[in-house]
């Protein structure tokens, strides 16, 4: 019994001890978080500087219709009246981040509010998602993969 406790004892002693890995995990979850409401909302405003750098070069945005773009196709869409953002609003977000706080997952669920439709109702499309975004040392955190799909209102 008593080596019991004192195994226990060590067990619970070495859990309570943080990791440098989780330490570097936790604060890249909480940058990318920020990052994904930055983008959001850079998206919203058109902010093609900000949309540049946070778009990695491999890109690969698949819309919740299925749609597929790159990096150049995607902020050409913006451009172009394609995508149109009125308001992107998170409903939740969860980040997860691995590889001493290299690589992130990102899932959550969003609002965006679009134009209105040619009859004058609302556009509002509910959307869960999915981001992988990485941190390369020199760009900083890049979104490398973007898919969603439309949920019922």
Not at 31 to 37: D, Y
Not at 73 to 88: A, F, T
Not at 94 to 114: C, E, H, L, P, S
């Amino acid at each position: 019994m008593k080596r019991f406790l004192t195994f226990a004892l060590l067990v619970l002693g070495l859990s309570a001890v943080a990791h440098p890995t989780d330490n570097k995990n936790d604060k890249a979850a909480k940058e990318v978080e920020a990052l994904e409401r930055q983008r959001f909302e850079a998206q919203v405003k058109k902010d093609y500087a900000f949309l540049e750098k946070v778009f990695s070069d491999d890109l690969i945005y698949t819309h919740s219709n299925g749609k597929q773009n790159n990096k150049t196709e995607y902020l050409q869409s913006i451009r172009d009246g394609k995508s149109v953002y009125d308001k992107i609003e998170v409903e939740n977000l969860n980040v997860r981040a691995y590889n001493d706080g290299k690589t992130a997952v990102v899932n959550g669920q969003i609002i965006i509010y679009q134009p209105n439709k040619p009859d004058g109702t609302p556009n509002v499309a509910h959307l869960k998602y999915v981001v992988v975004q990485v941190k390369d040392k020199h760009k900083g955190w890049q979104v490398v993969l973007w898919q969603s799909q439309k949920q019922a209102s």
